[in-house]
């Protein structure tokens, strides 16, 4: 794990926002991408955090902390850039019970990033929710995220559901659970999943280079 | 028996291969009824799980509740032979509340700074650009360039312009350049100190320069430095004079 990931993570433990959040400033001008900052350096964070309590080196209130000083962090570092506005659409939520929701959150902002309109709506969200929030807005992609094991078999009805709205919605699934599980059992043939912030820019690429959403 | 069965909280006797030998009625509420401990041990917790096995100790770990949820629980093991007590306390979950209150609280607060940041910027591009009309650089015919300056000269008018006017009198190819002071207000010593540099960049360029239209309270500031092949005068005219010759 590099240097400034590890620098990060204690940074968000401490609860030091003015720190983190220069730090992540200090690696963009120095000519890192989004995609590379919210990966390598935010995520691997995060993921620290994790082995830390793993580890029993910190407490559950600690995780706390560094989470709320990661999601301040993230949100006032994407408020500097500047977004193109366009007319693709994309909804972001957690299936019920999650309360994971930074993976998504940085996804979201890569696709402001690329000029997309986006709508959080946030972790725990139940599927009637969803639904009318879909329907009223009619995004082109519906992206889900789950973390916790066994939340995966909810995510089956929210992405049958979601698939079935008559603007054919594209849905996405982001996920850590992707690198140890296979999840299409849980999905659609028509579903992409999404591992890493890599992917997911060159898959927005795609859609801008004129290929059509959902094209296989 | 009863003693263990009545306890408030969630608790277990287990032995060291972590079977559960007894379990407290709280216990099977909040996780069913559990043969061994590791069922309901969250499979990324089972570093700790080892430990507890080994020590008497408390640490934190994922449990799966009887409603089949994860959730984060203290837990604490007391060995005593080859027997131990354990007993499992709830992460208190009004703490996810008051993080989610204060977390709005923040990015209410922060949303008013970026809007306000938004705004300072949008006020500072205005002002660059304002400064950047205060010495426009004016092509007179082909050999001569005519920068009319406005309003106070200082640092901030001398560092919006003196780069892009010196490159602009390059680019044009002129030689000789008037620059007019009539309309300028006040001078300030910085502002004055870039205006020299100005002044050398433009003699390395070669440029004939003509400082024109100085006010009297203007000369105190131009008077002490040693541009001699800059000449001053009253208006724009073909031979100029020096001020102070
Ligand atoms: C932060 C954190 C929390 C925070 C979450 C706050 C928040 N707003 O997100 C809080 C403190 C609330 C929390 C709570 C809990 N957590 Co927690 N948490 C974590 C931790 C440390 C980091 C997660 C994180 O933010 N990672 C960084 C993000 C960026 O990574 P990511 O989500 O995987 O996203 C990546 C990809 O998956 C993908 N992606 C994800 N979503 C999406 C969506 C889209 C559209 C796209 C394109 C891509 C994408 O993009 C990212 C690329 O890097 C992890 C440790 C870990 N290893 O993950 C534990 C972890 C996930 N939590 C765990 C547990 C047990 C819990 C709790 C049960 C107990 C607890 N610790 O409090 C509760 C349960 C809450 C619930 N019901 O959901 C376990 C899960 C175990 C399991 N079997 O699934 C973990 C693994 C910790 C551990 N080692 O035990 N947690």
């Given at each position: 794990m590099n240097t400034e990931t590890i620098k990060l993570a204690n940074l968000m433990l401490e609860g030091a926002a003015d720190e983190s959040f220069s730090l992540l400033c200090t690696l963009r001008n120095e000519g890192w991408t989004s995609v590379d900052?919210?990966?390598?350096?935010?995520?691997?964070?995060?993921?620290?955090?994790?082995?830390?309590?793993?580890?029993?080196?910190?407490?559950?209130?600690?995780?706390?902390?560094?989470?709320?000083?990661c999601d301040f962090m993230i949100s006032r570092f994407h408020a500097q850039i500047k977004k193109q506005p366009s007319i693709q659409k994309a909804m972001?939520?957690?299936?019920?019970?999650?309360?994971h929701t930074l993976g998504m959150k940085m996804a979201s902002f890569l696709f402001e990033e690329n000029g997309w309109q986006t709508r959080m709506m946030g972790a725990n969200l139940p599927l009637d929710h969803a639904l009318k929030a879909a329907g009223k807005w009619k995004p082109d992609v519906i992206c889900l995220s789950v973390t916790i094991l066994y939340h995966l078999p909810l995510l089956e009805s929210y992405v049958k559901t979601l698939e079935t709205l008559p603007?054919?919605?594209?849905?996405?699934?982001?996920?850590?659970?992707?690198?140890?599980?296979?999840?299409?059992?849980?999905?659609?043939?028509?579903?992409?999943?999404?591992?890493?912030?890599?992917?997911?820019?060159?898959?927005?690429?795609?859609q801008s280079e004129g290929n059509e959403i959902g094209a296989s | 028996m009863g003693l263990l069965n009545n306890m408030p909280l969630p608790t277990f006797r287990i032995d060291r291969q972590l079977n559960v030998l007894e379990y407290s009625e709280s216990a099977k509420r909040r996780f069913g009824s559990q043969v061994r401990l590791g069922e309901i041990v969250d499979e990324e917790s089972y570093r700790k799980l080892v430990k507890l096995q080994e020590q008497s100790a408390t640490v934190e770990m994922a449990l799966l509740t009887a409603?089949?949820?994860?959730?984060?629980?203290?837990?604490?093991?007391?060995?005593?032979?080859e027997e131990a007590f354990v007993q499992c306390v709830e992460i208190n979950s009004k703490l996810a509340r008051l993080e989610q209150m204060v977390y709005?609280?923040?990015m209410r607060l922060a949303?008013?700074?970026f809007q306000l940041m938004e705004k300072k910027e949008e006020a500072e591009d205005a002002l660059i650009k304002m400064k950047e009309r205060s010495a426009p650089l004016i092509s007179l015919n082909s050999r001569t360039a005519l920068i009319p300056m406005f309003g106070n000269l200082d640092d901030a008018l001398m560092d919006q312009t003196k780069d892009s006017l010196a490159l602009q009198f390059h680019n044009g190819g002129y030689e000789q350049l008037y620059?007019?002071?009539?309309?300028?207000?006040?001078?300030?010593?910085?502002?004055?100190?870039?205006?020299?540099?100005?002044?050398?960049?433009?003699?390395?360029?070669?440029?004939?320069?003509?400082?024109?239209?100085?006010?009297?309270?203007?000369?105190?500031?131009?008077?002490?430095?040693?541009?001699?092949?800059?000449?001053?005068?009253?208006?724009?005219?073909?031979?100029?004079?020096?001020?102070?010759?």
């Open positions: 900052i919210y990966q390598k350096i935010v995520s691997g964070a995060m993921q620290h955090v994790g082995e830390l309590w793993e580890q029993d080196d910190i407490s559950v209130a600690d995780e706390h902390l560094a989470t709320a000083t972001f939520l957690c299936v019920e019970e999650e309360q603007f054919y919605p594209q849905i996405m699934v982001g996920s850590r659970l992707l690198a140890t599980y296979d999840l299409s059992p849980y999905c659609t043939p028509r579903t992409i999943f999404i591992t890493n912030y890599q992917m997911l820019a060159d898959w927005i690429n795609d | 409603a089949s949820k994860l959730e984060p629980f203290s837990v604490s093991v007391q060995w005593e032979g709005q609280q923040q949303e008013a700074d620059i007019d002071f009539t309309a300028v207000d006040a001078i300030t010593l910085l502002g004055i100190e870039q205006f020299k540099q100005f002044i050398d960049t433009l003699l390395l360029l070669d440029a004939n320069i003509h400082i024109v239209g100085i006010k009297p309270v203007h000369a105190p500031f131009l008077k002490d430095h040693n541009h001699q092949s800059v000449t001053y005068s009253s208006s724009i005219q073909l031979k100029s004079e020096s001020l102070y010759s």
